[in-house]
């Protein structure tokens, strides 16, 4: 087994699926993202506002979340 590779697998056994958590971060902020476009689209054009406002918070709310938790991904990275 190469350096590289034993390296490789004991940042694994550190941090297991951490790429998986990483796409799952990325597509659900996109699709919050989609949704935050959906709903400010609805917002501009005057439709459902008493609906449209809240949900469009939720979606902005998804996607700080999403940016959060992929920082700390990275921010843990670089602790290791």
């Known amino acids: 087994m190469s350096r590289k590779q034993y390296d490789y697998l004991m940042a694994e056994a550190k941090a297991p699926y951490k ?3 990483k796409f799952i971060y ?3 902020g996109a ?3 989609i949704g935050a476009f959906v709903f400010l689209a ?3 054009a005057g439709r459902e506002l008493r609906d449209a406002i809240p949900n469009f ?3 902005i ?3 700080a979340l999403m940016v959060f938790l992929f920082r ?3 921010r843990n990275k670089t602790k290791e």
Do not use: C
């Open 19 to 21: 790429g998986l958590r």
């Open 26 to 28: 990325g597509a659900l």
């Open 31 to 33: 699709s919050g993202a």
């Open 42 to 44: 609805q917002i501009a």
């Open 57 to 59: 918070m939720l979606q």
């Open 61 to 63: 709310g998804v996607v």
């Open 72 to 74: 700390l991904e990275d």
